[in-house]
């Protein structure tokens, strides 16, 4: 099976690499760095060596707390960090400057892998999330070398499609020290698909640290914007959002008419599109990345920077957490109930249904269908600065609550070093 999986890999190669070059039209970051996807870098000092996959942006924010933990615990070995994406690439250097190593992580063919697994030599992976690769996984365990799937989680449509290819995926996850998966319901899905060895250690992201500087940031945002005015967010908005955003905001100063909008778009290539939208709102609009104040008359902060939304959250006082008016299953809410805002979301939001499920269960966050109740819940918890501390305090409550999950899969790192080791 993973010989025919190999076969189609190889196939789509072609492919793949004429969608990096697609993409790359609106980020150039997709066609830099292109030997570093085929396993060609410059052999890693030798050294002991922690590694840990981090997919994109939000797998990275998540593992912050556990690589410093890790660099705290293990001060022998270095830490490398792998992503897939040019903004998960960016988000390493910003969040960890030079504290750590950093290349892509390879495309999951053989050779890739092999020249990847001889070059970084690690002592133990750590991938996060969602990862499962035959040929990496395979290669890891001809050398020796464990893998630890940090983080878990497992939709119940990802596990349909893991289904399809039952053989291959029990063969991969048979190859796995262990599954630490985020909550009993991923943990159930990893043993229906033929993990052996799967823990329930807890959701890394509610573990979120939240740097002072971006507290600053939002804090000076704020006062640029107007402390008496209010403003809300719409963070990591998809093509097909932003218009029901800007309609709500339409919808909102039509009863408040002082209300100001951020607006962040998740990936950097829809930073102009975003823009032409709210130009064509007819709102004042200033963008971020122009470098200038904005004022208590800018209607509209366009968010088209990097490594800011922290600080975007920072300077609100409710948040819309987008990727859920379409089909993308939503993005982190813990972010903002970090920060103690309350939380809006549309009803896709399939990632992040355990998460959710404990914010609605404390009163933290609302469910809303279009730009109309959007605009509805918006102006309910703008107008009244009680409902939104108790819905911030509820979000705190939930965040403290389920702390923890570093320490044990910092645990489960270290028993699986000690193993590899003979220790």
């Known amino acids: 099976m993973r010989t025919l999986y190999t076969l189609l890999l190889y196939l789509l190669t072609p492919a793949v690499l004429l969608r990096l070059l697609w993409r790359s039209r609106r980020n150039p970051g997709y066609r830099r760095r292109i030997p ?6 410059p052999a890693l000092v030798e050294r002991p060596r922690i590694w840990v996959h981090a997919v994109s942006v939000g797998e990275t924010i998540a593992s912050a707390p556990l690589v410093r933990r890790l660099q705290a615990e293990h001060p022998d070995h270095a830490l490398l960090v792998t992503s897939t994406t040019p903004t998960g690439s960016a988000q390493v250097r910003r969040q960890f400057g030079d504290t750590v190593e950093h290349v892509y992580l390879p495309y999951d063919l053989p ?7 001889r070059r970084a030599r690690p002592s133990l992976a750590l991938c996060m999330e969602t990862e499962i690769w035959p040929n990496l996984f395979a290669g890891c365990a001809r050398r020796g070398v464990p893998v630890l799937i940090a983080n878990a989680r497992l939709s119940e449509r990802s596990a349909r499609a893991y289904a399809r290819v039952a053989g291959l995926t029990s063969a991969t996850l048979a190859r796995v020290a262990m599954v630490a998966a985020r909550d009993a319901s991923d943990e159930q899905r990893f043993k229906a698909l033929g993990a052996p060895r799967v823990v329930v250690a807890g959701n890394l992201k509610y573990d979120l640290e939240v740097p002072a500087a971006a507290r600053e940031s939002g804090h000076a945002l704020r006062a640029a914007l107007g402390q008496e005015r209010p403003v809300w967010i719409a963070a990591s908005t998809h093509a097909g959002e932003d218009e029901i955003v800007l309609e709500a905001h339409r919808l909102l100063r039509e009863r408040l008419p002082g209300a100001a909008l951020i607006l962040v778009p998740r990936h950097p290539e829809r ?4 823009a032409g ?10 963008r971020r990345s122009g470098g200038e104040t904005p004022d208590e008359c800018t209607e509209i902060l366009l968010g088209d920077t990097l490594g800011e939304l922290m600080g975007f959250y920072a300077a609100a006082d409710a948040a819309f957490v987008a990727g859920s008016f379409v089909p993308a299953g ?8 970090a920060l103690a805002l309350p939380v809006l979301t549309g009803p896709q939001l399939f990632n992040f249904e355990q998460v959710y499920a404990e914010l609605f269960g404390a009163g933290a966050a609302r469910e809303v269908a279009d730009a109309a109740e959007l605009a509805d819940a918006l102006h309910e918890l703008l107008s009244d600065p009680a409902l939104r501390r108790r819905m911030g305090a509820g979000g705190e409550k939930v965040l403290a609550a389920h702390r ?10 270290a028993k699986a070093l000690c193993g590899a080791s003979g220790a």
């Open 36 to 41: 570093e996807r085929f396993g060609f870098f």
């Open 330 to 337: 939503g993005h982190n809410p813990l972010e903002p109930a």
């Open 111 to 117: 050779g890739a892998v092999a020249r990847f697994l």
């Open 271 to 274: 930073f102009d599109e975003a």
């Open 404 to 413: 923890g999950a570093t320490g044990r899969v910092a645990q489960l790192a």
């Open 277 to 286: 939208r709210c130009a064509a709102a007819g709102l004042r609009t200033m």
